[in-house]
């Protein structure tokens, strides 16, 4: 038995470190949240050339043929450095979906697709999480029509993969009867769209869409819980070297003991996440059963502990914390944002008592 | 990442288990913890011979002898927890003075002490806090000044745990009155029949006289009961305490917790319907189950360290604070789950789980100040973890 990374698991997050430690610095950041997208494109190229999105996809359609391991570690890297980046939607949860939800055909052109760079996916699985405002779609001869709220990876998406009732559709994103509304949240490193389609052309999916959507659904949720994770362990770092730096009272803020007591709790509450979100991620690949368990476990825990830390490492900044000066909240802001999509921590353990048999 | 167990752990697992089927009717009840029960000590007894106690210590001090084999320990630790059977007796004779023995002691203390500690014929005390030396352990006072071949120990231990039970105690004195508070210090090894010593129980919130007040009046203890040198008692009594959080904060017991508790929750019912239907309780349950996971995986991660002899960093250090706080919130959920039938206590009709739950609420919170407060953890985590400065120092009026 052995619970750790391997060196080549090491090896890749390290690489990914480095470069957005280059690329993603507080500046890029702002910029990007402005509204820049060739920035946010400069990325994108950077990460395509460290094979980054090829790591989930499936060695037999020209990926990388890793697993949520390794995607969760990269995920736990973007949101360290808040990169504006749709690598869970285009690359985590798509991918999950394409490799059960299709037939042998459908996989290898569009994960094909997807390899060659001409396709990239956003997907929109809210409303098989729990549908608000009426939201949601219906197929009807091989068109889709309604409402997919909060549809991910608008930024860089070309076609979407869209749960559709019980089946599992792609859209282009140009074809006729697209309607995109832009929303604004409080996250400005990525883009969330609400889509209505009227009588819009598919390619329905012809595998088990709802085994697909799930396992969206299960990625999705642990590669934002790392996502979480990243930026916590961020924020914990930054607020513990900005009270060594900071005087007050003729001494760091750092001896204070109030000061290090807020910081031993984070640490002491987030340490533990990194394990759990290791095995959740290791779950989903080599422990089947426990994979939507456990993905639920780790995305409703670390909201909860990435939400102790935002604002906790925010408090030890003092106001400089609350100032857009010092970018904190660019990681706040991403933590909140995590938190709420694919299920809150509410919605996600009331999916793990279902889960248990605990509830129905 | 890699779960499975090779075939040798594999084996080694259902050995454990075999031993555990064949020799269940021997096994005492898990509450039972009386120091000086028979069925403990034939028990013990038993595990020292299959080596699933004292398992890695030296053959010639009555241990097993086997190589140190952290996942071994695992799993001896998993399926005793499984099989609901305890495992061998834990006491701070056994886990933090063998140690401390085989690591600093003289040849002749091995020979003398380790071996009728580890049945349980021998029990032991740990004497360190003083009514003026709780967090602040070095303040301690109690003094042995050297007398011919005999230290002559005069003071007071108080919250010493055990020590109306025990045979023996170590303990921290004062022997070098005029040198820096830490290195004034020694460890000594005496008798509690020696005379001089009187104990007073006293009661805690449980109920229970767990742990005592100690005062030592003219008490001889002969020299050569020293552990290390004159002076150097800090240091060997640190050699201890790590030995000590590392018994605090087990997450087998928290996930051996949580599962009896989904039991009551599925079992008891408010107004015809079980507690499980009720979404908050539910709520609460599985957000504890998260943290519950995150610790089991903790440890995990540190079996994973020790077996490649590497120190476990933060995943280690905060095991006591997190681990001792989680088992508390569980059985506070325990008992606002029971409701009015949370409260029944001692040997009431209709309680549940012979009141385990009330007193392990109460009992974990003693845990949560012994053994180095949460607070203490928290300046361990956050200057040896964090490395942020520590308090400055006030100056002595
Ligand atoms: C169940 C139980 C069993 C015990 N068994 C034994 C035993 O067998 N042998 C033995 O020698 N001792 C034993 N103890 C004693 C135990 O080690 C002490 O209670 C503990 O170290 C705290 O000391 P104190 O009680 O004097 O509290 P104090 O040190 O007075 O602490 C009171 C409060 O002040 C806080 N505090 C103190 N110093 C600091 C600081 N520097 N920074 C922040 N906060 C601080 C503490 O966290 C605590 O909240 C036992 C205690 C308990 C509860």
Redesign the pocket.
Known sequence: MYFGLSEDQIMLQDSVRRFLEAQSELEHVRVYAEGDDALAGQLQNGLMELGVPLVFIPEAQGGLGMGVLEAALIQEMLGRFVAPSAFTPAYGMAVAGLNVGTNADQRNVWLGRIVGGDVVMGVGVTEAVGAREGAGLTLSAGAVSGRASFVMGAETATHFLLAAGDALVIIDRAADGVTETALTTIDKTRKTIMLDLENVTCDVLEGSAQPAVETMINVGRVLLAADSFGAAEMMLQKAVAYAKDREQFNRPIASF?AVKHMCADMAARLEPCRSLLWYAAYAQDNVPEEGPLMACMAKSHISEVGKFIARTATEVHGGMGFTDLMGLHYWFKRIGFNRQLLGGPEKTRHDAAVLQGFSN | MNLDFTLEYQEFRAEVRDFLETHKDSAPRMSDRGVRSEKRRAWQKILLEHGYAARTLPKEYGGHGAAPDALKSRIIAEEFSRAKMPGGISG?GINMLVPTLLELGTEEQKQKYIEPTLTGEMVW?????EPG?????AALRTSAVLEGDHFVVNGQ???????AQADMIFCLVRTEPDAPKHQGISYLLFSMDTPGIEVRPLM?MTGQA??NEVFFTDVRVPADQIVGQRGEGWMVANATLTHERGMLGDPDAALSRLNSIAEIMQKETVDGAPLMDNAVFRDRLIALQAEVFAMKFNGMRLTTSATQKKSGGMAGMIVKLQGCELNHRLAELAIDVMGEYGILFEDSPFIRDHGMWQTAYM?DL??I????????Q??IISERGLEMPR?PKVAKK
Not at chain 2, 125 to 129: A, D, N, R
Not at chain 2, 133 to 137: E, K, M, P, Q
């Open positions: 003991q | 701070q005390c740990q004497g360190y806090s030396a709780g967090s602040d352990l231990k108080i919250w010493t745990s055990t020590a805690t767990e742990f009992f003693g845990l100040i012994g053994g180095g407060s949460a607070q203490i928290k300046n308090e």
